[in-house]
């Protein structure tokens, strides 16, 4: 059975940097898309970032380009999103998501994502 799980969030002050943790299981990691998705009390899922089969990666949010980074290990079919200089707007639950796709393709559409893990809180305080 395939699994999306999430690790790694917290509670951290303003400025501090945190580094998510994406690991699949019973998929072909290689041939995936890997999305990170947020949704902060009361407002919508948000699209964050996203990194392509082969390792290109696609900023959605522009209030995090410049300080936030995804990256992918295929030995451990594991997906990272290290955030750096976070801010109190960047709370929020954190979602990874997988889709199978090849080249440069990194949707945004959140639909398109068939595997979802169950999401890590991230808490940033001011």
């Known amino acids: 059975q395939s699994q999306v799980v999430e690790s790694g969030g917290g509670s951290v002050q303003a400025g501090d940097s945190l580094r998510l943790s994406c690991v699949t299981s019973g998929i072909p990691f290689g041939l995936y898309v890997i999305a990170w998705y947020r949704q902060a009390p009361g407002k919508e899922r948000e699209g964050v970032i996203c990194i392509t089969s082969r390792g290109e990666s696609k900023v959605f949010a522009d209030s995090v380009r410049g300080r936030f980074t995804i990256s992918r290990d295929q030995a451990k079919n594991t997906v990272y999103l290290e955030m750096n200089n976070l801010k109190p707007e960047d709370t929020a639950v954190y979602y990874c998501?997988?889709?199978?796709?090849?080249?440069?393709?990194?949707?945004?559409?959140?639909?398109?994502?068939?595997?979802w893990g169950q999401g890590t809180q991230v808490i940033v305080s001011s």
């Open positions: 998501a997988a889709t199978q796709g090849l080249g440069s393709w990194c949707p945004a559409g959140a639909q398109l994502y068939e595997k």
